[in-house]
């Protein structure tokens, strides 16, 4: 009986000492599914261009600005939400091979009027109003590219514009 008992021990430890994987190993294992998440936040998908940290995408389909969002959205982004004066021409630079048309973002006072907010939910703190906009009425939605001074306007949602997405985040995948 002794023999069976030392037996069964000593095949309990080597079952244990082959799946404990050794500390280096899991260091290296470690380290790759963080390299792997690095990847994954840096890199743009196909088709998608990085700006500031997050991927863009051009869509050159006018369709109104709700329609825009629920195109995004089944893309794992949003309509754009744009930060700087760098941000903004690099998204220009999208839209110029397409003649630089007026474009739908993400902006929009739909809720309250005057009051601006991104449907992605980042703050509202850059902006590049063309001279006498945002006007007030029933233009709740954020359209840039307008005038020949390719400022931003807001326009009647209903109207038809191709869009620009955006993926910040985790939502930055590929490769």
């Known amino acids: 009986m002794k023999i069976l008992t030392v037996c069964v021990l000593s095949w309990a430890m080597m079952a244990q000492t ?14 790759t599914e963080n390299s792997d998440l690095v ?3 840096l890199f ?18 006018p369709v ?3 329609k825009a969002e629920m195109i995004c959205q089944s893309l794992s982004a949003h309509l754009a939400s744009v930060h700087s004066i760098h941000e ?3 998204i220009q630079k999208l839209t110029s091979p397409y003649g630089n048309k007026e474009t739908w973002i993400g902006g929009s ?3 309250q009027e005057n009051v601006w907010f991104w449907i992605d939910g980042e703050k509202f ?8 906009e945002p006007t007030k009425g029933l233009q709740h939605c954020l359209q840039i590219n307008h005038t020949a001074k390719k400022c931003w306007d807001n326009l009647e949602c209903q109207a038809q514009r191709p869009f620009v997405c955006v993926k910040r985040g985790w939502g930055v ?3």
Request: proline share 4%; with cysteine; charged share 20%.
């Open 125 to 132: 703190l850059y902006t590049n109003w063309c001279k006498g």
């Open 109 to 111: 006072d739909a809720q």
């Open 18 to 31: 082959r799946t404990a994987a050794p500390p280096a190993e899991k260091a290296k294992h470690d380290q």
């Open 64 to 66: 109104t600005w709700a």
């Open 173 to 175: 995948v590929g490769g």
């Open 88 to 90: 903004y021409h690099e």
């Open 44 to 61: 743009c998908s196909s088709g998608w261009t990085k700006i500031s940290g997050a991927c863009f995408y051009y869509v050159n389909r």
């Open 39 to 41: 990847k994954r936040y």
